[in-house]
């Protein structure tokens, strides 16, 4: 399956929950309880996702996630799936 590409100014600056990087929502009201539990609440892009890739996110929680969390973030997952994401002058 292709990766839909997205082109980020600056991987390094964009903030993963907290602007619309993905379309007009952020993560952060789209995935409001997820938000209120992650450690990281102003990492950008790059702290976040592990290569181009955006399903391979590095989850940070500040407790342990009971199922009804932990399908949120199976949500939020599936969502990212098949993202690919290229700054503006390189792919991170």
Not at 75 to 84: G, R
């Amino acid at each position: 399956m292709d990766n839909d590409t997205m082109i980020i100014g600056n991987v390094s600056s964009t903030l993963f929950w907290n602007e619309p990087w993905l379309d007009e929502d952020v993560l952060r009201e789209r995935f409001s309880r997820l938000f209120n539990f992650a450690l990281e609440k102003n990492a950008t892009l790059k702290d976040m996702v592990l290569g181009s890739c955006v399903e391979t996110v590095r989850w940070s929680w500040r407790i342990n996630l009971f199922v009804w969390k932990e399908r949120l973030v199976v949500k939020c997952n599936v969502l990212l799936t098949n993202i690919s994401l290229h700054d503006s002058t390189k792919t991170i």
